[in-house]
C-alpha cells in the first residue's frame, strides 16, 4: 500500500518513516513502524522480517506481533520506551506514537543482541530451544547479520529513540494514551446500575453489599478481564454510592477498602509488588483533593486498569522476557553471591512468584540453574595449570571448595581434580545412577 492512501492514520505516517529512516541510519539498528493492530507499516534495516531465526525455531510471525504488543504496554507503564526480548532471545525497544485516540502505533528497534555470540548460542538457541549443533553450524552466517549492541549502550539508544518520537506526540495525547474510558461513559453506567437498582429490589436487599460482585471483581483483575472488571467495578461504585446516601467521606472510605484489595489481587497473580504499592499510594496522595464523584470514579477506573495491566495479560510473553533478563543478570553476575531474591528484584517479580515462575519454564529450579553456570564456566578454568582449585571455586562464585568439589561431581559425573588432571578426557571416574540431568 503506497504512503499516500493510508491517510486513516491518525498520525503522520510520512513523519514516523523518516524517523525511523533516520535512526536506523544513524545507529545501524533496524527500525519498524506498526500500526495500532500491529500491522507494518514501514521498516528499514535488519528488522524480524529480515530475521530468518524464528522460522529456523518454527516460530511464527504472530508471536513476534504479540512481543511488540507486550512492549507498547510497558512502554506505555513506564513513560514512554522499553527494553525487552523477542521469542528468539533478542532484544528490541520500542517507543508509541499518539494518535488522537490514545496509542496509535509504535517505532521498534531491533532486533539485536546484547551478548557475545558464544553466550548466545549456547545459552537461548542450544539451552532455551534445543537446537542442535549441526542447524546452528548451517544458520552461522545467519546468526552473524545480527546487530550486536554493548550493553551500556542500550539505554541511550532506547532514549535517544524516544525522544525522536517524542515531539510527534503532545502532552495532552499522552494523556490520552492511558485514559480509557471517560468519565461521563464511567459514570452513565453508575447511574445505570443504580436506576436498575432502585427499579428491582427491596429496601433490604439494596442495603446489604454485594460480596459476591466483590468476588468476582477481584477474580477479574487476576484473569485480567478488562471489560468484566469495568463492569463490576462500576456495580459495586453504584451499589456503595447508593448506600452511602451521598456521604462522599463515606464513600472515599469505602472506595479505599475496594482499592487496597485489588493491589492485594493484582500482587497474588503475579504484579510487581513495589510498582502496585506505589500505585496505591499515588491514588491515595492524588484522591485527597478529590472533592466529586466524578472524578473519584474516573480515577479509581484509571488504577484498576494499571492493576491489570501490571497482570500477565500477555503471560506467556511475559514469563519469556523475564526468564531471558533473568539468565542475562545470572550469566553476567556468576562470580558474585547470585540469590534467587536478587534477581526477582532485578525482574520486578516478587521473589515467590519468580521462583514458580523461573521452575515452570526452565524444568529445574533456581539454584540448580546457578550452579551449572557456574560449573560451565568453571570447566573453561580448570584447564590452566596454574589455577588452583580454590581459585577456581572463588571465581566462579563458590565460597567454598569442598561444595564446588561436590557440585561438580554431580553435574559432570566426575571430580574436579580428575577433570584437572585429564583436560576433561576422562570419563567419569564415579559417576552416580541418580546424577542430575540438567540443562546443557
Same mark, same amino acid.
Not at 533478563?325 to 532485578?346: F, I, P, T, W
Not at 519454564?361 to 564456566?377: A, D, H, L, P
Not at 571448595?401 to 570419563?427: C, D, E, L
Given at each position: 500500500? /503506497?504512503?499516500?492512501?493510508?491517510?486513516?492514520?491518525?498520525?503522520?505516517?510520512?513523519?514516523?518513516?523518516?524517523?525511523?529512516?533516520?535512526?536506523?541510519?544513524?545507529?545501524?539498528?533496524?527500525?519498524?513502524?506498526?500500526?495500532?493492530?500491529?500491522?507494518?507499516?514501514?521498516?528499514?534495516?535488519?528488522?524480524?522480517?529480515?530475521?530468518?531465526?524464528?522460522?529456523?525455531?518454527?516460530?511464527?510471525?504472530?508471536?513476534?506481533?504479540?512481543?511488540?504488543?507486550?512492549?507498547?504496554?510497558?512502554?506505555?507503564?513506564? *513513560?514512554?520506551?522499553?527494553?525487552?526480548?523477542?521469542?528468539?532471545?533478542?532484544?528490541?525497544?520500542?517507543?508509541?506514537?499518539?494518535?488522537?485516540?490514545?496509542?496509535?502505533?509504535? =517505532? %521498534?528497534? *531491533?532486533?539485536?543482541?546484547?551478548?557475545?555470540?558464544?553466550?548466545?548460542?549456547?545459552?537461548?538457541?542450544?539451552?532455551?530451544?534445543?537446537?542442535?549443533?549441526?542447524? @546452528?553450524?548451517?544458520?552461522?552466517?545467519?546468526?552473524?547479520?545480527?546487530?550486536?549492541?554493548?550493553?551500556?549502550? =542500550?539505554?541511550?539508544?532506547?532514549?535517544?529513540?524516544?525522544?525522536?518520537? *517524542?515531539?510527534?506526540?503532545?502532552?495532552?495525547?499522552?494523556?490520552?494514551?492511558?485514559?480509557?474510558? %471517560?468519565?461521563?461513559?464511567?459514570?452513565?453506567? @453508575?447511574?445505570?446500575? @443504580?436506576?436498575?437498582?432502585?427499579?428491582?429490589?427491596?429496601?433490604?436487599?439494596?442495603?446489604?453489599?454485594?460480596?459476591?460482585?466483590?468476588?468476582?471483581?477481584?477474580?477479574?483483575?487476576?484473569?485480567?478481564?478488562?471489560?468484566?472488571?469495568?463492569?463490576?467495578?462500576?456495580?459495586?461504585?453504584?451499589?456503595?454510592?447508593?448506600?452511602?446516601?451521598?456521604?462522599?467521606?463515606?464513600?472515599?472510605?469505602?472506595?479505599? /477498602?475496594?482499592? %487496597?484489595?485489588?493491589?492485594?489481587?493484582?500482587?497474588?497473580?503475579?504484579?510487581?509488588?513495589?510498582?502496585?504499592?506505589?500505585?496505591?499510594?499515588?491514588?491515595?496522595?492524588?484522591?485527597?483533593?478529590?472533592?466529586?464523584?466524578?472524578?473519584?470514579?474516573?480515577?479509581?477506573?484509571?488504577?484498576?486498569?494499571?492493576?491489570?495491566?501490571?497482570?500477565?495479560?500477555?503471560?506467556?510473553?511475559?514469563?519469556?522476557?523475564?526468564?531471558?533478563?533473568?539468565?542475562?543478570?545470572?550469566?553476567?553476575?556468576?562470580?558474585?553471591?547470585?540469590?534467587?531474591?536478587?534477581?526477582?528484584?532485578? =525482574?520486578?517479580?516478587?521473589?515467590?512468584?519468580?521462583?514458580?515462575?523461573?521452575?515452570?519454564?526452565?524444568?529445574?529450579?533456581?539454584? %540448580?540453574?546457578?550452579?551449572?553456570?557456574?560449573?560451565?564456566?568453571? @570447566?573453561?578454568?580448570?584447564?590452566?595449570?596454574?589455577?588452583?582449585?580454590?581459585?577456581?571455586?572463588?571465581?566462579?562464585?563458590?565460597?567454598?571448595?569442598?561444595?564446588?568439589?561436590?557440585?561438580?561431581?554431580?553435574?559432570?559425573?566426575?571430580?574436579?581434580?580428575?577433570?584437572?588432571?585429564?583436560? *576433561?578426557?576422562?570419563?567419569?571416574?564415579?559417576?552416580?545412577?541418580?546424577?542430575?540431568?540438567?540443562?546443557?
Amino acid at each position: 500500500m /503506497e504512503l499516500e492512501n493510508r491517510r486513516w492514520y491518525e498520525f503522520d505516517l510520512k513523519l514516523a518513516v523518516e524517523c525511523s529512516n533516520s535512526y536506523s541510519a544513524s545507529t545501524g539498528l533496524g527500525c519498524t513502524v506498526l500500526g495500532a493492530d500491529g500491522e507494518i507499516l514501514h521498516e528499514v534495516g535488519y528488522n524480524c522480517s529480515r530475521c530468518a531465526v524464528c522460522s529456523e525455531l518454527g516460530i511464527d510471525k504472530a508471536s513476534c506481533a504479540k512481543v511488540h504488543a507486550y512492549g507498547t504496554s510497558e512502554a506505555e507503564r513506564f *513513560g514512554g520506551k522499553y527494553v525487552y526480548f523477542c521469542p528468539i532471545g533478542l532484544n528490541c525497544f520500542v517507543s508509541p506514537i499518539v494518535g488522537q485516540r490514545a496509542g496509535a502505533a509504535k =517505532v %521498534t528497534a *531491533g532486533p539485536f543482541r546484547m551478548i557475545d555470540m558464544d553466550d548466545y548460542i549456547a545459552y537461548d538457541l542450544k539451552n532455551l530451544h534445543g537446537m542442535d549443533r549441526g542447524k @546452528i553450524d548451517d544458520l552461522l552466517p545467519v546468526l552473524h547479520e545480527i546487530p550486536y549492541v554493548a550493553p551500556g549502550r =542500550v539505554n541511550s539508544l532506547s532514549t535517544l529513540l524516544f525522544m525522536a518520537v *517524542g515531539f510527534m506526540n503532545n502532552v495532552s495525547s499522552a494523556n490520552r494514551m492511558l485514559d480509557n474510558q %471517560t468519565s461521563d461513559y464511567i459514570q452513565g453506567q @453508575i447511574n445505570d446500575y @443504580i436506576m436498575r437498582l432502585k427499579s428491582g429490589a427491596n429496601q433490604e436487599d439494596l442495603q446489604q453489599y454485594p460480596f459476591e460482585t466483590e468476588r468476582e471483581l477481584l477474580a477479574s483483575v487476576t484473569d485480567s478481564n478488562k471489560p468484566k472488571a469495568q463492569r463490576l467495578l462500576n456495580e459495586l461504585l453504584g451499589h456503595i454510592f447508593f448506600a452511602s446516601g451521598g456521604d462522599f467521606s463515606r464513600i472515599k472510605t469505602r472506595v479505599y /477498602e475496594l482499592l %487496597t484489595m485489588l493491589s492485594r489481587a493484582a500482587v497474588d497473580a503475579g504484579a510487581s509488588p513495589e510498582y502496585t504499592f506505589q500505585l496505591t499510594h499515588d491514588f491515595f496522595t492524588k484522591s485527597q483533593n478529590i472533592a466529586n464523584i466524578d472524578n473519584l470514579c474516573f480515577n479509581l477506573t484509571k488504577i484498576t486498569n494499571q492493576f491489570i495491566d501490571c497482570v500477565f495479560a500477555f503471560s506467556d510473553v511475559k514469563n519469556v522476557n523475564v526468564i531471558h533478563r533473568a539468565l542475562q543478570y545470572m550469566r553476567q553476575n556468576y562470580h558474585n553471591k547470585v540469590s534467587l531474591n536478587a534477581v526477582a528484584q532485578v =525482574v520486578d517479580l516478587s521473589p515467590s512468584y519468580f521462583s514458580k515462575v523461573f521452575k515452570k519454564e526452565m524444568g529445574c529450579n533456581f539454584n %540448580t540453574y546457578m550452579n551449572t553456570v557456574r560449573i560451565e564456566k568453571s @570447566i573453561a578454568l580448570l584447564r590452566y595449570d596454574n589455577l588452583t582449585l580454590s581459585n577456581i571455586a572463588t571465581a566462579v562464585g563458590f565460597e567454598d571448595q569442598s561444595y564446588f568439589t561436590k557440585v561438580f561431581k554431580r553435574i559432570t559425573g566426575v571430580s574436579p581434580h580428575r577433570f584437572m588432571k585429564t583436560r *576433561g578426557r576422562a570419563q567419569a571416574d564415579d559417576q552416580s545412577q541418580g546424577a542430575d540431568k540438567l540443562p546443557a
